[in-house]
């Protein structure tokens, strides 16, 4: 199966699947010199952990890493880094009815087709959201590469599920905020509904789903490879390898294209000696290129596909239609455990453009 890797100097490759043994990254490239133990990846592996609360799956995988290569006496070597986890939660049992049966809104059709019916369908296999720990082994990595390095900082969280939305302005003042609740929303009055509204879908046997917004800060000016390169294209391939991820905007996004020129654009002013500009509608972004102003996102989330409810479907084998309800411990949202996963992504992308363009050295 190709497509598992991503990125240009800093690449990432991710295999294992949901119910196999284990599930691992190989981050290649990151600079020799970079001070990294196995604690601060499960730091970030622990926001993402499934089965800690009521509006989560309750498959309780402790998601331990085990850092086995590139890493010598408490630093990076400069040699790839390979990372894994064991996993000890499976009930495989539960996806012995579909075999045949497709479930609505999962990877099932197609992935039998593609693969000839050889994929690995317990728990969704290789297209599995659980995947998406590797996702945030190699990018606990970046985010602190690029904290040292850069001084950059994402924050990603919650601020729509369903028709729950988040009306306050978000600040830096908010980020401390954002883990000190279940639904990962820095306004706890929101926060509260959210979760309110999780469980109400929960009750019902169905799933919601929402928004993640990601702000980066301290980018610097030129990162990004205009035409194919850009930083909004590499961002985007890198947020839509998360499972259920369906949208993607930057800056003003869609409701720019509501505005008129004069509306829209961000008009250039100088603070403090640093050119900026008044407001950010680019989204951190024009041309592909970073222009030294946070780099703002939003990206959709599609309700959880398995749902308790009956559900009509075909039979792959008989080709006929039949009813189907989904077994198992599913999310009945996953946004709350997207943004450290978002984080990583980010972190990784820009971590890539700021070696290829050479603002942070092979060897620290």
């Not at 205009?226 to 369906?246: C, M, N, W, Y």
């Not at 990784?348 to 603002?359: E, N, P, Q, R, V």
Request: proline content about 4%; glycine content about 10%; aromatic content about 4%.
């Amino acid at each position: 199966m190709s497509g598992n890797s991503i990125g240009q100097r800093l690449v990432l490759t991710s295999f294992g699947e949901s119910h196999g043994k284990t599930i691992g990254a190989v981050l290649d490239g990151c600079p020799a010199g970079l001070e990294i133990d196995e604690k601060e990846i499960q730091k970030m592996l622990d926001l993402r952990r499934p089965g800690q609360n009521q509006i989560s799956t309750q498959r309780k995988e402790k998601d331990i890493v085990e850092i086995i290569s590139g890493v010598f006496r408490g630093h990076t070597t400069g040699a790839p880094i390979t990372m894994v986890i064991q996993n000890s939660d499976q009930k495989s049992k539960d996806y012995d009815a579909l075999r045949t049966k497709l479930r609505p809104g999962h990877s099932d059709y197609p992935a039998m087709i593609k693969y000839n019916h050889l994929n690995d369908y317990r728990g969704g296999g290789r297209f599995s959201g659980r995947l998406t720990a590797t996702h945030v082994m190699g990018g606990a990595i970046a985010i602190k590469l690029l904290r040292v390095t850069l001084g950059i900082k994402t924050n990603s969280f919650t601020s729509q599920i369903g028709k729950i939305k988040m009306e306050e302005k978000f600040n830096a003042k908010m980020a401390r905020l954002i883990y000190k609740n279940e639904v990962r929303c820095p306004d706890n009055k929101t926060a509260k509904l959210m979760r309110a509204g999780i469980l109400d879908a929960k009750k019902r046997g169905d799933s919601l789903g929402g928004i993640i917004q990601s702000v980066t800060t301290h980018v610097p000016v030129g990162l990004g490879e205009p035409i194919f390169g850009s930083l909004e294209s590499d961002l985007s391939k890198a947020i839509f390898s998360i499972p259920s991820v369906k949208g993607i905007e930057f800056g003003s996004g869609f409701m720019g294209s509501e505005l008129c020129g004069s509306e829209n654009n961000d008009l250039y002013v100088v603070r403090r000696g640093k050119i900026v500009t008044e407001t950010n509608r680019s989204g951190g972004i024009l041309g592909g290129i970073s222009n030294g102003m946070p780099i703002t996102m939003r990206i959709a989330f599609k309700p959880a596909s398995s749902i308790a409810q009956k559900q009509k479907t075909v039979d792959i084998k008989t080709k006929k239609e039949t009813i189907l309800r989904v077994r198992g411990r599913h999310d009945p949202c996953v946004v709350p455990r997207a943004p450290p996963v978002v984080d990583s992504l980010v972190a990784l992308t820009l971590a890539d453009h700021a070696l290829l363009s050479g603002t942070i050295k092979p060897v620290l």
